[in-house]
């Protein structure tokens, strides 16, 4: 299902000097952000895409079993590059606790891809990874305490879909107050989306079982079974 995972701090590295866009009544992008998560769905609807078959993830784990020693998660297999990695339903007592993602691409040698450290105020976490491989598992590292979590991986395609149309609004937003220096750089943002949003091979789960089954590019649906 489509979801979106970036941040502000995912955003400051698509634009220069973020911060001083902000109006001095607001403490974050969080307005902007709402309406471009609404403009961005709205435009896979009307593209005839069913949003709950986008993004399909690949889970590593589910929570419910409370860790007290170190954990090797089960192999799962990536058919699609995903590269970012979301850390969930998080519970924790005791000391920090370490979270590596192992990858290999032949199921025998694998090497540490991200590692991901859970402190006590930790509800989430996540982090894009910049290599990729055809299998992948988790490693906990539990020392002290206990350490309880879900954990998945997705796709970094829609990170650029949604950063793009969250700038525009930003920007859109200053541009309303009479200046126009942002014109230049809404329509470089709206090429880009446009660029990405026909470019891309989005992969489909019609079946909700974490297999892509087909894939749409240019509006072309291509059977991967």
Do not use: C
């Not at 590269?83 to 000391?95: A, C, E, S, V």
């Not at 990858?103 to 509800?123: A, K, L, M, P, Q």
């Not at 305490?145 to 879900?150: A, E, H, N, R, T």
């Amino acid at each position: 299902m489509l979801k979106v995972y970036i941040n502000e701090t995912d955003l400051k590295g698509y634009a220069v000097k973020l911060t001083g866009l902000m109006w001095t009544d607001e403490t974050d992008y969080s307005a902007q952000k709402a309406v471009a998560i609404d403009k961005v769905f709205n435009h896979f609807t009307r593209e005839g895409y069913d949003i709950r078959e986008l993004m399909p993830q690949l889970t590593l784990r589910t929570s419910g079993t409370v860790l007290t020693a170190n954990e090797t998660t089960a192999i799962k297999e990536d058919t699609i590059n995903r590269r970012r990695l979301y850390i969930d339903n998080i519970t924790f007592t005791g000391q920090d606790k370490t979270i590596e993602l192992q990858g290999s691409n032949d199921g025998t040698n694998y090497y540490t891809t991200g590692t991901v450290t859970i402190s006590e105020n930790d509800t989430s976490k996540t982090v894009v990874i910049y290599d990729s491989y055809k299998y992948y598992k988790l490693v906990s590292t539990v020392s002290t305490g206990s350490l309880d979590y879900s954990a998945l991986l997705v796709e970094t395609i829609y990170d650029e879909l949604f950063a793009y149309k969250w700038l525009w609004w930003i920007y859109y937003d200053m541009r309303k107050a009479g200046d126009d220096q942002f014109d230049v750089k809404m329509q470089e943002l709206e090429r880009l989306y446009e660029d990405a949003f026909i470019k891309t091979k989005f992969f489909l789960d019609t079946d909700n079982n974490e297999i892509p089954d087909s894939s749409s590019e240019k509006s072309n649906i291509t059977m991967l079974k």
